[in-house]
């Protein structure tokens, strides 16, 4: 269904008074629903967040056409189902953050967490940065590719980047001694996760996939950790903050 189509949601309910503020009806009301648990008082951030995408993310090319009426559903709740893996306060990178998937919708509904936008595409950073300053988010975002930053963070997330033997040599030098990668993957997980296990034994590391969240909100992950003693190979190696930056440009 597309957005503005009548869908039974509230704007085309009885209005009596004639008071109700005339809105868009909700695209999927239902995954919409499920969104207000989750975000919980970053709820109206992430509206706002829907419609930028939805609005000059798509006018721009940040997503395709079609993703709008299944913004929710498909992108918004898949990645914020991985919130609660993330630690309390943790740096988080999010490698090839696109359009801000899943760096965005981590930083609305955990404000706690400090968020870099790890993304080389100048148009894409542009959009970043001005979706940053709209929201009044606290979040940084760098232009740059992964293997050439030398920065750490607790926790480096990517989704859509690139599979996962690939993806790991990218993000596991930005993850500081103790954190861990977490990869938002589909369906095909398991698969990728056995194709990368001669890197993932090569470095020491641990990995395992997990389905976090339930019903309409669900994300498959690929959760590699770190060990603690573990030295960075391109990173300063002083577990330095994310925020201390070392990218070009
Ligand atoms: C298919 S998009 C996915 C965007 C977003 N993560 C999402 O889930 O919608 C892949 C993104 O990764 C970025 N990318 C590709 N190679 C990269 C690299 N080496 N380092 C950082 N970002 C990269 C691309 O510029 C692009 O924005």
């Keep these: 269904m597309n957005v503005g189509e009548p869908d039974g949601g509230d704007s085309t309910a009885p209005d009596p008074d004639g008071t109700r503020t005339e809105r868009e009806p909700d695209p999927e009301p239902e995954a919409v629903r499920s969104a207000e648990a ?25 997503i395709g ?12 709740l898949n990645c914020v189902a991985a919130a609660p893996l993330v630690p309390r306060g943790a740096s988080v990178i999010d490698v090839g953050s696109g359009a801000g998937l899943p760096g965005l919708v981590l930083a609305i509904a955990r404000p ?11 148009r894409r950073t542009t959009w970043l940065d001005e979706v940053v300053t709209e929201l009044d988010l606290d979040v940084r975002v760098l232009r740059a590719r992964a293997q050439d930053c030398a920065l750490r963070a607790d926790v480096v997330t990517a989704r859509a980047v690139a599979p996962l033997d690939r993806l790991l040599p990218l993000c ?78």
Aim: charged share 25%; aromatic share 2%.
């Design 172 to 249: 596991l030098p930005l993850v500081r001694p103790g954190g861990q990668v977490l990869a938002l993957k589909g369906d095909g997980a398991a698969a990728e996760l056995a194709g990368a296990e001669e890197e993932l034994r090569r470095g020491g590391i641990s990995a395992e996939v997990v389905v976090t969240g339930s019903g309409a909100q669900t994300s498959t992950v690929v959760r590699a950790r770190v060990p603690a003693g573990r030295p960075g190979s391109r990173a300063a190696g002083r577990g330095e903050p994310v925020h201390g930056d070392a990218c070009p440009g």
């Design 38 to 62: 989750v975000f919980g008082d970053g709820m109206p951030l992430a509206r706002r967040y829907a419609d930028l995408l939805t609005g000059s993310g798509t006018q721009r090319g940040l």
């Design 65 to 76: 056409p079609r993703e709008g009426p299944r913004l929710w559903s498909r992108h918004l």
């Design 112 to 122: 706690d967490l400090r968020v870099t936008l790890l993304e080389p595409l100048l």
